[in-house]
């Protein structure tokens, strides 16, 4: 469990313990055990002379000078707001939406961060939320014209969802910056006196599996928390903005071919195993063991297939972490490789060595119809113990390999079904 920062000098009060939050935490375990107990997992700090009233990067909870003069109420609702931004992994998930849309405004998805968190708080006669706190459905009504109650709202809306809904942004005719549309220009003006406390990037963007991790235990907290303060949660109801746990794409993508590629010894049946032979001396006269067959090293090399359908449509950075996580696995199993590029046809297809395989030239064209049985029935030629296709799913496939075949797509064509085989979504 994180420990607040050391003993230090308080204006006035010779030495102070603790960091300048302390005593706000101790009012929201006093108030809402449970829920409130949220705070004691997160790291808090006090900052310099010159930061702001209280930011958090997504760790840590940093506390300005202003912070001390502020009356008890208010800092517990600052602290409380921060400490469910932490929670909600917030700052975490603006690095993650950042990833796969490019172009994320980091004031909007505060903005949208903030309205959740305080329509949590509202209901709550301890704490203090500073006068230009947003509620959710007012927020609903002024920018998308949806006419929701507080609650309603909470259990439907999480950070993505409302951001995207506002985000109408749009590149102008000249110019390099995106403009605000109608939607995120009522926004900005609903909160144009807003502090902006949400900070990302301080400690980088996370492993994928330490990401998971970290959302699993979040979730179970507040949970708990939830539970065990009832009617005086912090969590008002449970929250559609619950920070999710996905099984990062990497690690079900070594899972799948470390299973289909990962080499088996071969039987052999012309000479007895060690342990038979062993056992024959104990046996005693007249009498025979069943027959236990020799096992001998695998001299097969595991072959993968990679099959690119180049009409469809994956982002550069997305291509690259797909690309590296193939060369890394087929080189540490040791495996074959061969790529096959094509359409509604076989465009190219190239073999590597086990451990020589080099990706980072692959690239999509974008547009044109696909057809994936030419691309299968090449790949069965080359006899894989695992087919793995990087494509939208937009196209038949009349074909069925007899190894196992795994479905790459974006995370945009995560509702396609696939004819066979099991689909992997690439977020």
Known sequence: MPHSATPEAGPGTGVRHGHRGTRAIQRMVE??????????????????????????????VHYGPAFDALPLPQQTG???????????????????????LGD?????????????????????????????????DRFLASTLGLTQTVDAALLEWDVERLYRAIDDRRMPATGSKREDGPRAANARAMAATGHADLQPGAQGQEAPEAQAEAAREWAERIVRGHTGDGELSMLRALLADLPRAHTPWEQVLRTQLARGLSQRPD?????????YLARQGRCGPGRRMPFEPGVLP???????????????????????????????????????????????????????EPGRCDLSTLSFSGGGGTDFT?????????????????TDLDGPARYRPRAPVLWAVPEAFAAAQPPFGRLLVLR
């Open 298 to 352: 695998s001299r097969k090399v595991p072959r993968l297939v990679l099959v690119v359908d180049v009409s469809g449509s994956i982002d550069d950075a997305l291509l690259q972490r797909f690309s590296r996580e193939i060369e890394a696995i087929t080189r540490r199993l040791e495996a074959g490789l061969t790529l096959v590029v094509g359409d509604d046809r076989v465009q190219h297809v190239q073999r590597f």
């Open 31 to 60: 108030f809402a055990p449970s829920s409130g107990g949220l705070a004691l997992w997160v790291a808090h700090r006090d900052a310099a002379d010159d930061a702001p009233l209280i930011t958090t990067d997504g760790h840590t």
């Open 104 to 136: 994320v405004d980091l004031r909007l998805f505060n903005l949208c961060a903030d309205v959740i968190v305080d329509s949590a708080l509202g209901h709550l006669a301890w704490l203090q939320l500073p006068a230009q706190a947003v509620q959710l």
């Open 78 to 100: 600052y602290v409380a707001h921060a400490v469910l931004h932490v929670a909600l992994r917030h700052a975490p998930r603006f690095l993650d939406l950042q990833q796969r």
């Open 267 to 275: 039987l052999s049946w012309s000479r007895p195993s060690r342990s």
């Open 374 to 390: 030419p691309l299968l029935e090449e790949a069965g030629r080359h006899d894989p113990d695992i087919t793995v296709v990087l």
